[in-house]
């Protein structure tokens, strides 16, 4: 059974920093891209960013510059690094993997980490 363990979430000051992880397990197939979505009250859950396997990245605009996504393949693990964090951040943020092709193709989520930005 596939597991997603996300990690890192928490309350921080604006312009701070948080670093989210997400590991995945027990697939035997391998794993494609990850990402992270976040997801605020009345709001539809939206990426914020993604790394394929080979590790080529593509963020929302509205975190280019501030935010880092890299992934290490032997750990299935991905981690989102957050710098300059502003209170518009604040929402749960859930972890996204793709694993495998064809027909065994699945997405998993990640059951989400609370991040809090106060101004």
């Known amino acids: 059974q596939v597991q997603l363990v996300e990690s890192g979430g928490g309350l921080v000051q604006a312009g701070g920093s948080l670093r989210l992880s997400c590991a995945t397990s027990?697939?035997?197939?391998?794993?494609?891209?990850m990402g992270w979505y976040r997801q605020d009250p009345g709001n539809q859950r939206d990426s914020v960013a993604t790394?394929?396997?080979?590790?080529?990245?593509n963020y929302a605009d509205s975190v280019k510059g501030r935010f880092t996504i890299s992934r290490d393949n032997a750990r299935n693990t991905a981690y989102l690094q957050m710098n300059s964090l502003k209170s518009e951040d604040t929402a749960i943020y859930y972890c996204?993997?793709?694993?495998?092709?064809?027909?065994?193709?699945?997405?998993?989520w990640g059951q989400g980490t609370q991040v809090t930005v106060s101004s």
């Open positions: 790394i394929t396997s080979d590790g080529y990245a």
């Open positions: 027990g697939s035997r197939f391998s794993v494609n891209a």
């Open positions: 996204l993997v793709d694993h495998g092709a064809g027909q065994d193709r699945k997405v998993y």
